[in-house]
């Protein structure tokens, strides 16, 4: 089959900086396949727990369901993956097969992901960090009431299991040389992040109570006796200024204002978390620029404020002020979170090469230094933004350092980025199944206010499962096999979405902005000329001819109306004795050869049980199961096994009471007739 569309992809894959293979987690999620969607997960995004509590979701922005109801809750169901495998053990070490040795300075997201990369492909990995433990920013700097520190420790366990060495209080430039690293090791990367916070140089700013973002953060997560002062101001419109302020409110601030130069719509803090902040009391002021901090006996008593007007000309920064009109408001603390810098300090007196605004020199083509086989990544080169795009730097920072150790020279990067599927049109929207968004619970404003419990709740499974069949698996449904197609025009006139045509050429070929994977024109195609990609997901056929030693029936059911959980064994669902149950993303792909197939592995029944027509995941307007039940039945009459043994059943979507009475219902049918012709034959123990 020929694969002309590898590189289109979902656009919220698209969307995603390390383009996380979303669909197929989801899906897997969706299927009850939870450890799968964890490997899936961490192939990309190797901090699973963390990410998916803290991640800005750019995926979610660009979700094709946003155009039908609500986009899918990606982000909640990563975590999902995470917790429900957080009692697994972590993997296996990679045998370290290259010889060769690769340091890494600084265990924040992009080195962690360097870290994860190099280790996977066979490199010996040491990961040199400062702080008493790895993380970073989402270690030092995120409070524990969005990221508890355990999640943190776990997710760097799954990495350091790998067979990472990870040495921690060890600073550079201080506990080690930079030089003797440079020196011991084949190559070296720089992830130092961005750890000092700035302050502005305005009248005032050295007066007791002016304090910085990052290291009032850092107090806040591992001072137990932190406090703050009653009226607090935090200076800065981003998300870490919403850290700040919110967990000013947690120690003790009664009165928290915020003031940012940009306007409403342009503060660049994530809405949800702006949102969430003023729930929970904090005050906004947006277009408002700091002037000069009012001190009285060298402490803090208010600040005064100047009428932002405009904060970009031609996209750059160049803020303009309204001088006559200020305000002063009292306050007892000011904290500053209007930017971030990189600690170069341990690279003084070496050829590393920085500027004199401490950014470390490098091509963003090869990632290397000034210095041969020293490369860097992450926010000490990409500057300040979401953790997900410092990974994307570490991934890329990995395949640098690995053809670099595998060729002894640094060469360009030349890494194709995928393109979007299109949006999906309205005549198909008109006709998609709504399945409005399940809302993530928080925890109530007052009371998470006070402390530092989580205020987002991850999904039970349940909610993850339904939220991931949401997923419209954009790109994964039908596939020609070119030539096989004999242009019938069957599967144009079997879809429901208008996704078939018939190219020039006289091959079919779908437009996938309209596909729905439904899986109608594989099952109905009579040359056999169209895959689905996630029937061979599934294994429907595999699974249809699994034989078991009792007498059985198989049971073909919809993993969308009554859901089977595979792995981890933790959470398994208990198998149904006699039954072997084959669930299908939707039993609209079921084909007669599925339900013969059971039949020659022994089964003396075939159940189908299918959701009503108007409760399925597809309005396909024709009851396709029946169809394909009714022909079967006819083939089994012609054969001599008897249409009895092959039953079609209407269950009640997400009912599972609904169907065990079927299955049940069929089991004592299947008794009174006795086993199966062609399972005697096959199994003689029956």
Not at 69 to 98: N, Q, T, W, Y
Not at 186 to 196: E, Q, R
Not at 384 to 391: E, I, N, Q, S
Not at 570 to 582: H, S
Request: glycine share 8%; with cysteine.
């Amino acid at each position: 089959m020929k694969d002309k569309v590898s590189n289109i992809k979902p656009p919220c894959i698209v969307a995603c900086p390390v383009h996380a293979d979303i669909q197929t987690y989801v899906g897997y999620i969706g299927q009850g396949r939870f450890k799968e969607a964890l490997d899936v997960i961490r192939e990309g995004c190797t901090l699973p727990g963390s990410l998916g509590r803290i991640c800005n979701h750019p995926c979610e922005s660009e979700c094709r369901r946003n155009k039908v109801d609500e986009a899918v809750s990606i982000r909640s169901i990563k975590r999902f993956a995470a917790d429900v495998c957080m009692g697994l053990p972590h993997p296996d070490p990679i045998p370290k097969i290259k010889g060769k040795k690769v340091a890494i300075i600084g265990g924040g997201p992009s080195g962690l992901t360097a870290a994860y990369d190099l280790a996977k492909d066979g490199f010996d990995v040491t990961i040199i960090e400062k702080n008493d433990a790895c993380g970073g920013a989402i270690y030092t700097g995120v409070p524990k009431y969005r990221l508890p520190k355990d999640i943190v420790a776990w997710d760097v366990e799954a990495i350091a299991s790998l067979g990472v060495e990870i040495k921690t209080n060890t600073e550079v430039g201080k506990n080690i040389s930079f030089n003797d690293i440079v020196k011991d090791y084949d190559a070296v990367l720089i992830a130092i992040g961005l750890s000092i916070s700035r302050g502005l140089p305005i009248p005032g700013a050295d007066a007791e109570g002016v304090l910085l973002a990052l290291p009032f953060l850092k107090m806040v997560n591992f001072d137990e006796s932190a406090k703050a002062a009653k009226r607090v101001i935090v200076i800065g419109g981003g998300n870490v200024a919403i850290d700040v302020a919110r967990s000013a409110r947690r120690i003790g601030a009664e009165d928290v204002k915020m003031f940012c130069l940009e306007s409403d719509e342009e503060m660049p803090a994530s809405p949800w978390e702006i949102e969430e902040a003023k729930e929970e009391g904090v005050q906004m002021f947006p277009s408002w620029g700091p002037k000069e901090i009012t001190v009285k006996d060298g402490k803090v008593v208010g600040m005064v404020f100047k009428r932002c007007l405009s904060v970009f000309e031609n996209g750059m920064f160049n803020p303009k002020f309204d001088e006559c009109e200020l305000t002063e408001v009292e306050t007892d603390n000011v904290i500053f979170s209007i930017g971030q810098g990189a600690d170069v300090s341990g690279f003084v007196n070496t050829e590393l090469s920085v500027d004199e605004r401490g950014r470390i020199a490098f091509n963003p083509s090869t990632m290397q230094t000034n210095m041969k086989g020293v490369f860097a990544c992450g926010e000490v080169v990409t500057g300040p933004g979401a953790a997900v795009a410092a990974m994307k730097s570490g991934h890329r920072a990995a395949t640098a350092i690995a053809r670099f150790l595998e060729t002894g020279k640094a060469a360009a990067l030349h890494l194709s980025e995928p393109t979007a599927i299109g949006q999906v049109p309205d005549s198909v929207v008109d006709i998609i199944t709504k399945l409005p968004r399940t809302p993530v619970e928080m925890a109530n404003p007052v009371e998470r206010a006070t402390n530092f419990g989580e205020v987002e709740f991850g999904f039970d499974q349940k909610t993850a499962m339904f939220e991931a069949r949401r997923c419209m698996s954009c790109g994964a449904g039908a596939r020609i096999i070119e030539e096989k197609c004999a242009a019938c025009l069957t599967c144009v006139r079997v879809c429901p979405y208008g996704a078939p045509y018939v190219r020039e050429a006289r091959v079919a070929n779908f437009a996938l902005e309209n596909c729905q994977a439904c899986g109608i024109c594989a099952a109905e195609c009579p040359a056999l000329a169209i895959d689905i990609k996630l029937n061979i997901d599934t294994g429907i056929a595999v699974r249809a001819s699994r034989s078991l030693d009792e007498p059985f029936i198989t049971a073909f059911t919809c993993q969308y109306s009554v859901p089977e959980v595979l792995n981890p064994d933790t959470v398994k669902t208990a198998p149904l004795a006699g039954v072997n149950q084959v669930a299908m993303l939707c039993n609209n792909r079921i084909d007669t050869l599925h339900i013969l197939a059971a039949f020659e592995a022994g089964a003396d029944g075939v159940l189908v049980a299918a959701c009503p027509d108007e409760k399925c995941r597809h309005n396909k307007g024709v009851d396709w199961p029946k169809i394909r039940v009714d022909r079967a039945k006819d083939m089994l009459n012609g054969i001599g096994l008897g249409a009895d043994r092959l039953e079609f059943a209407k269950v009640a979507k997400g009912s599972a009471p609904g169907l065990a009475s079927a299955i049940n219902t069929f089991k004592d049918k299947i008794k009174e007739l006795g086993p199966s012709p062609a399972s005697k034959q096959l199994t003689p123990s029956k």
